[in-house]
Nanobody
């Protein structure tokens, strides 16, 4: 199983930016997906963004599209989430995720430990 380690969370004011990083312990064979979910207090975990390793196609949740950008680093099997114009509603624990194949739907195989993002108003 791939181990995922996230860094980059913190406390910021509304309108600020943060960049989350996630490094995978190994690169799966074939195509795979790296991405981010988040879970706010009292809410269900929700999809944020993901990227297909082969080809680099990206996908975003509607409420982050245009503000968040996901990217990857081919040299170290890492994924980043640049978060701009943060809102208090973005406050959550952000989890890095990975799954084999190219289907972004369904269950993800590996989850990181999570990193807290808190946006104050």
């Amino acid at each position: 199983q791939v181990q995922l380690v996230e860094t980059g969370g913190g406390l910021v004011q509304a309108g600020a930016s943060l960049r989350l990083s996630c490094v995978a312990s190994k690169r799966p064979d074939g195509n795979f997906i790296l991405g981010w979910f988040r879970q706010a207090p009292g809410k269900q975990r929700e999809f944020v963004a993901c990227i297909k390793w082969n080809g680099g196609r990206t996908y975003y949740a509607e409420d982050v599209e245009g503000r968040f950008t996901i990217s990857k680093d081919n040299t170290i099997t890492a994924v980043y989430l640049q978060m701009n114009t943060l809102k208090p509603s973005d406050t959550a624990v952000y989890y890095c995720v990975q799954k084999k194949g190219g289907n972004i739907m369904g269950e993800y195989d590996s989850w990181g430990q999570g990193t807290q993002v808190t946006v104050s108003s």
